[in-house]
Every structure is written in structure tokens, then in C-alpha cells.
């Protein structure tokens, strides 16, 4: 468990994290509701945008936010042990195949609010209402800008062409974003094809498996592989100045969005699901309504270099300047449907 925040109405930095984040709609400390309740929060974002913007809904509304935090499937394991016991009303968590976890393990309850649904796009909410997207991010790939754009790449499924071979840096198939990827691929082009398309991958692996986005980044930029494929989240954090050593790397580097000329390129989300067994559902979907506003819609996707998942709100920061980009329209809810699959056929791959 990484660390619990009790945030309420008159959490002083709080109140000054969401003032600088969400500026208009924060209201001052000394306008915040009286307290009128709570809702207990467990969250695998770790971003101080967000316990911002939590302390902004508990101004407005009286409503104090206990956060947990810790990575998905540890709350999803202490969900499950805690049973009907759980202290849990809202699950929120950075990948759709974690809330496909948690929900075929019977962890949530529907969704209500059909005003707050139909903001969202359906690809990004599940079926039944069992969870819902509140920001969304695209798989890309970078290469070395020293090597060259690689010539004959404009696919995912371009990463398995043997030109490619001792190219491709990449995280360990037990990460969800890459389980995710190819779970998308089993469902356009087949399991038999998304097999053959691990194991040109593995063919072209310039070293084991290894790290996180950001070590695949860095990787590219000293030229110890040619490419790699991660969220473009973690490319928005090299792209500003402020930083110069990251700025530098930043500047090495070349993005390419997969796809563009056919499906379009892998979207996964950052959503929730109101806990099965929440003493305050109500609460809870109070607080996924207040993170589809507009204004709570560009601080939550700018604290995290995201995209905004409601339509219609523009990126911002970094994420503007890597441009627009012809996005997927898969449902989001494949990634899970597809992800023991996507696991089996890491396994046979080799891809370790």
C-alpha cells in the first residue's frame, strides 16, 4: 500500500493545488461547503492533479475524499479480501484491462447517473455501466531521430517485418498496457495473426524485456535500440523546457501514431467503477460527475500529460503540440475481454 490522504473542505495545500489547477471553479477555503459526508477513494493514479481536484469537489459539495492509494491490482486484491466489509465507494485506476479485472471479479456496481455516462463515448465505458473512462492516452511509437524515421513503419503490425530485427526495445509482457495492445490486436486481426505478430516482435528485440515507458524513452534516445512503443503520456513529460536533461533527451526522439492510414492508433483510458459494496454509491457517482466537467476534464488530463475523454474538449500543454491523431474506435472493454488470450500468447511468443 503506497500511502493514505484524508483530504476535506479545509485541507490548506490541497486547496491551493486545486485553485492552480482547475482556477475558476475552485473556490476559495473560506467559501467550502460544511462537511456532509465522505467518500473513500481507492486510486492507482498518484498524482497530486488529482488529490487537487478531489479537494475542489470536497469545497463544492461537503463532501470529504479519504484516498488510498496503491497500484491496481493490489486494491483490486484488498477489494477482494475486504469483501462486504470494504470501506471502498469509488475504484479509479490507468488501464482498461485493470477495471476489466475488477469487474469480472464482481467488484463494482452499475453506474447511475445517465447524464454523466452520456458525456463519455461509448467505446469508453463499459456495456453494463460498470465503469466508466475519465481520460484517455495513445499507445505510439518513438525512434531515434540519429537513426532515421524507420522506413516501412506505420503499423503496429510493421514492428514484426524482419527489417526491423535488433530494433525494438520493450516493457515485459506482464504490463497491462502491453496486454492491452495486443489484446486490441486479437480482436482486429485474429488470434493466430496477433501470435505471429508477438513473435516477429521477440525476433526483433534488441535486449530481454526490461523497465518501465520511460526506460524504453531512454533507451531509444542513446541509440541502444532504434524503437519502442509507449504512452504518449510519458513522451509529453521530455517535450518542455523546464527541464533541460529531459528536454534533451525529448529532442532525440521521433513519434509516430500507429496506424494512421487504416484502424487508427491504440486508445486506453484511466476510468472508474463504483465499488460493489460502497456505504456511499451516491457519493461516489457525485464524484465521477464532477470529474466529467468540462474544467475538471482539462486538470485531470493536463496533470497527467492526457487527453480529456469527453468530446469536444481540446488537449492541452504537450499533448497539443504532438497534434492531432485519427484514434481506434475499438470498445475499450476488447482489452479485458481479450487479455487472458493476450497473456497465453505472450507466453508461447517468448516474450518474457
Not at 486547496?15 to 476559495?28: E, F, I
Amino acid at each position: 500500500m503506497r500511502r493514505k490522504h484524508l483530504i476535506g473542505p479545509m485541507t490548506v495545500v490541497s486547496a491551493a493545488l486545486a485553485g492552480a489547477a482547475l482556477a475558476s471553479c475552485a473556490p476559495r477555503a473560506a467559501e467550502c461547503t460544511q462537511k456532509a459526508g465522505e467518500v473513500n477513494v481507492y486510486s492507482a493514479r498518484h498524482y497530486d492533479s488529482d488529490r487537487a481536484l478531489y479537494d475542489a469537489f470536497s469545497c463544492e459539495t461537503g463532501i470529504a475524499v479519504n484516498l488510498i492509494e496503491a497500484e491496481g491490482d493490489a486494491l483490486i486484491e484488498r477489494l477482494k479480501l475486504e469483501g462486504e466489509a470494504s470501506p471502498a465507494d469509488l475504484f479509479i485506476t490507468a488501464d482498461a484491462g485493470i477495471l476489466w479485472r475488477a469487474e469480472s471479479r464482481g467488484l463494482f456496481r452499475p453506474i447511475s447517473d445517465e447524464a454523466a455516462l452520456a458525456r463519455v463515448p461509448a467505446q469508453f465505458q463499459h456495456p453494463q455501466k460498470m465503469w466508466v473512462g475519465l481520460s484517455k492516452r495513445a499507445r505510439v511509437i518513438v525512434y531515434n531521430k540519429d537513426a532515421g524515421a524507420p522506413a516501412g513503419l506505420t503499423s503496429y503490425e510493421d514492428l514484426a517485418k524482419p527489417e526491423f530485427k535488433g530494433a525494438i526495445c520493450a516493457r515485459p509482457s506482464s504490463n497491462v498496457y502491453n496486454q492491452s495492445l495486443l489484446a486490441s490486436l486479437i480482436a482486429h486481426d485474429g488470434a493466430e495473426a496477433a501470435e505471429a505478430w508477438a513473435k516477429g516482435v521477440v525476433a526483433n528485440f534488441a535486449r530481454p524485456p526490461q523497465g518501465n515507458d520511460t526506460a524504453q524513452i531512454e533507451s531509444v534516445a542513446v541509440g541502444n535500440c532504434r524503437l519502442a512503443v509507449v504512452n504518449s503520456y510519458y513522451i509529453a513529460r521530455y517535450l518542455g523546457p523546464a527541464d533541460k536533461t529531459k528536454y534533451a533527451i525529448g529532442k532525440k526522439l521521433g513519434v509516430l501514431f500507429p496506424n494512421q492510414s487504416s484502424r487508427g492508433t491504440h486508445v486506453n483510458i484511466s476510468g472508474a467503477g463504483v465499488a460493489r459494496h460502497a456505504a456511499h454509491p451516491e457519493y461516489a457517482e457525485a464524484l465521477v460527475a464532477f470529474l466529467l466537467r468540462d474544467e475538471s476534464q482539462k486538470a485531470f488530463a493536463r496533470g497527467n500529460n492526457e487527453y480529456p475523454v469527453v468530446e469536444g474538449i481540446a488537449a492541452e500543454g504537450p499533448m497539443a503540440a504532438l497534434g492531432e491523431f485519427k484514434a481506434d474506435p475499438l470498445d475499450a472493454a476488447k482489452y479485458g475481454e481479450f487479455q487472458t488470450e493476450a497473456v497465453k500468447i505472450f507466453d508461447r511468443a517468448g516474450w518474457r
